[in-house]
Each structure stands twice: as C-alpha cells, then as structure tokens.
C-alpha cells in the first residue's frame, strides 16, 4: 500500500529551524520525484521545494531560497525539508508528494503534477 507520512512539524519561534521529513513506502523510492507543498490558512497551497530522482537536481519556490534545503535518503525511503531561519509567513500546513520520476514535465510544481500526497504536518513560526 503506497503510504506517504510527514512528520516534524511543529511550533517554533521566528529565526528557529524545524527539519520535516517525509517516509514513503509502497513505491521504488529512488525512482519518484518529491515535492514539498505549504498552505496557510484562506490560501491555495503552493509550491515549496523539489528534488527530483535525478541525483543533484533540486528547486526551490523564491520565497525560501537559501533558508530551506530538500535532501533524500534513497535507503530510508525519506526526504527531508530542512527550514531555517523561519519566519512567521512559513507558518502552514506542509505536504510532501510523490511522482514517478520522468521528463515529460521539466518543473513539477504544481500540485497537478504529483499522483500521490500525504496527510501534511503543521509548522507554526511565532513573531
């Protein structure tokens, strides 16, 4: 049974760092690409970060440039946002999800784009 779960989300206060991680099993791993999405409250989700299964290839939406890095565990079955220097606009629900690895699309950053999600982790960054 294909299973994404989020897990290390939390409450932190700004300039804190959190490090989500998301555990895949039902899936060859190594094979999918994995998207991190984010949405806050009376908003629509968006994209965050990518890293695809091509070994190196990562992407970041503007807004978390140089705060966040995406990583992969291949043996784990696990990617991994790490979120620095929080800012109380991070505060969301964050989903990772997962696609099989290709390039028919060049940048899968929209919820569209990915067959399979988990349930979401909540991150709140107080002020």
């Known amino acids: 049974q294909l299973q994404l779960v989020e897990s290390g ?10 490090r ?8 060859t791993f190594g094979g999918y690409d994995i998207g991190w999405f984010r949405q806050a409250p009376g ?6 970060a990518l890293i695809r299964w091509i070994p190196g290839r990562t992407y970041y939406a503007d807004s978390v440039k140089g705060r ?8 784990q079955n ?15 629900v964050y989903y ?4 099989a690895g290709d390039l028919t699309v060049i940048f899968p950053s929209t919820s569209r784009d990915y ?8 991150v709140t960054v107080s002020s």
């Open 9 to 18: 989300g939390g409450f932190v206060q700004s300039g804190g760092s959190l």
């Open 20 to 27: 989500l991680s998301c555990l895949v099993s039902g899936l």
């Open 43 to 48: 908003k629509e989700r968006e994209f965050v």
């Open 68 to 75: 966040f890095t995406v990583s992969r565990d291949n043996a």
């Open 78 to 92: 696990t990617a991994y946002l790490q979120m620095n220097s929080l800012k109380p606009e991070d505060t969301a």
């Open 96 to 99: 990772c999800a997962a696609r």
């Open 115 to 122: 067959n399979y999600w988990g349930q979401g982790t909540q």
